[in-house]
C-alpha cells in the first residue's frame, strides 16, 4: 500500500506541517488523531524531513497498524519546541482536528529527541488534551511534568540505556517522579545496549501500538 504524506504551508510561526490520512472511510466516531514531534535534525522549512525520521518510516513500513490521521509539524532551524513555537504547534493541530473527521476522546502524542524533550512541554502546557503520550529519549522539567499532568494520564516512556545524546538519567528521573506523584498509568521502557536511536524499536512494537490505540479520554 502506497503510503503519501501531504506537506502543507505554513500557517501559524512559519511552522509547515505533514499529514497523514489513511485510505478509506473513518470510523463513525473519526479517526485518532497522533502528533509527531521530530528531533533536532529534522527541523528546516520544507514540511518533509519529518517524515523521513521515527513515525515517518514506521508508517510506511505498516500503515495498516497506524489507522489515524498522523500530524507532524516542523521545527524553524535555531528553535526547539518550546514557547511560541509549541504553542504554535498547538493551533495548527487544533485546526487539523477541527477540519478532519478525528475522534476527541482519542487525539496522542509523541516524539523522539528534542521531540521527546517537546512532548513532555506541549503535554504540560495542555494536559487535559491529550489521551495519551509516548516520550522517546527525551527529558522535561521533573517539577512540571510531576505536578501538571494528570494522575490517570497513560504515558509510555522510551529510552536506550547507553545513549550519549539525552542520557537515560533524564527519563529516569521524570519516571521517578511520576511514581512519587502517584501516577497510575505509566509505563516504561528501557532498552540495553541502544544508544540514542531507541525510536525504531518502539515505533515498531505491535504491544506499544496496540496500547497507544486503546487510550480513550472519558
Request: proline share 9%; with cysteine.
Amino acid at each position: 500500500m502506497a503510503v503519501r504524506f501531504i506537506t502543507k504551508p505554513a500557517a501559524h510561526f512559519g511552522l509547515p506541517y505533514a499529514l497523514y490520512v489513511p485510505a478509506g472511510e473513518p470510523p463513525k466516531k473519526g479517526w485518532p488523531l497522533v502528533a509527531f514531534l521530530h528531533g533536532a535534525g529534522e527541523r528546516g522549512g520544507d514540511g518533509v524531513k519529518q517524515t523521513m525520521v521515527g513515525l515517518g518510516p514506521a508508517i510506511k513500513k505498516s500503515p495498516e497498524q497506524w489507522p489515524a490521521i498522523v500530524f507532524m509539524p516542523q521545527c524553524p532551524e535555531g528553535l526547539f519546541w518550546h514557547g511560541e513555537v509549541l504553542e504554535a504547534v498547538f493551533h495548527s493541530l487544533l485546526s487539523v482536528e477541527n477540519s478532519h473527521p478525528v475522534d476527541q476522546s482519542r487525539i496522542y502524542l509523541t516524539g523522539l529527541s528534542m521531540g521527546g524533550h517537546g512532548t513532555w512541554n506541549l503535554a504540560t502546557a495542555h494536559p487535559e488534551h491529550f489521551a495519551a503520550l509516548a516520550p522517546i529519549c527525551g527529558g522535561a522539567d521533573p517539577f512540571r511534568v510531576r505536578w501538571l499532568l494528570p494522575k490517570d494520564l497513560p504515558i509510555w516512556i522510551f529510552h536506550g540505556d547507553a545513549d550519549r545524546v539525552v542520557p537515560v538519567s533524564h527519563s529516569r528521573v521524570l519516571l521517578e517522579g511520576l511514581k512519587l506523584a502517584g501516577k497510575t498509568e505509566v509505563n516504561y521502557t528501557e532498552y540495553p545496549d541502544i544508544g540514542h536511536n531507541c525510536w525504531d524499536l518502539a515505533y515498531q512494537d505491535t504491544r506499544f501500538i496496540h496500547w497507544l490505540f486503546s487510550q480513550k479520554k472519558a
